[in-house]
Structure formats: structure tokens, C-alpha cells
């Protein structure tokens, strides 16, 4: 099983920061193309938060709700992405889970992985 272990969810005051982990450490990846987060809140679609696509040229996309707010990076020796959410506000609450696409050892084709997600609730 592909495990991504999350952590560094938790309850913040509006305007305080978070930072969220994503490690790959010990799992079976070969190679990553794209690391990410994404969000859900309850009865709401999960969306795109902010990615960095490794194979094209390492560029970096946010959603517009977070632009200037959020910052993501990754530590490509240990194979962890992190979430810096500053300024956080009550509309961030919501699940937040780490996104991978690459080569497993387990497939002969790239696969689109998640992690089990870690809970952000901003209070007013």
C-alpha cells in the first residue's frame, strides 16, 4: 500500500499560520512528477490549493483564493512537500490532502496518489 503521511493540521486563529507536511519517505515511489494539496470542505468538490510540477521545469501553481497567502515547496532529498498557509481566514477550514503523481514499484504506469488528509479549521 502507498502510504503519504500527513501532518501540521490543526485550529488557528484567523490571520495565524500553518504549516502542513506531506512526507514520502519510506514508500515505494520511483519518481514524481507533480507534488500538491488540495482541499475539501463538507459537501463541497475537492479543489486545487497549489502544485509544483517537477517535470516542467519545476513551476509552481496556486489557486486564486491563496495567491500571496500560501507558499509550497518540497525537499526533493527526503521526498516532502510542505504547505506554509499564512494569514489564514475561516474560509481555508476545510480537509486538506497531499496529492502525488509518479512511478510506483507495485505499477507499470503513473498513478495520481493521496494522502489521508489533515484537518485546517480557521476560527473568527
Known amino acids: 500500500q502507498v502510504q503519504l503521511v500527513e501532518s501540521g493540521g490543526g485550529l488557528v486563529q484567523a490571520g495565524g499560520s500553518l504549516r502542513l507536511s506531506c512526507a514520502l519517505s519510506g514508500s515505494s515511489f520511483i519518481s514524481t512528477s507533480v507534488m500538491g494539496w488540495y482541499r475539501q470542505a463538507p459537501g463541497k468538490q475537492r479543489d486545487v490549493v497549489a502544485q509544483?510540477?517537477?517535470?516542467?521545469?519545476?513551476?509552481?501553481d496556486y489557486d486564486d483564493s491563496v495567491k500571496g497567502r500560501f507558499i509550497i515547496s518540497r525537499d526533493s532529498a527526503t521526498n516532502t512537500v510542505y504547505l506554509q498557509m499564512n494569514s489564514l481566514k475561516p474560509e481555508d477550514t476545510a480537509m486538506y490532502y497531499c496529492?502525488?503523481?509518479?512511478?510506483?514499484?507495485?505499477?507499470?504506469?503513473?498513478?495520481?496518489?493521496w494522502g489521508q488528509g489533515t484537518q485546517v479549521t480557521v476560527s473568527s
Open positions: 496529492r502525488v503523481v509518479g512511478m510506483v514499484k507495485t505499477h507499470i504506469a503513473p498513478g495520481v496518489y
Open positions: 509544483i510540477n517537477i517535470n516542467s521545469g519545476g513551476s509552481v
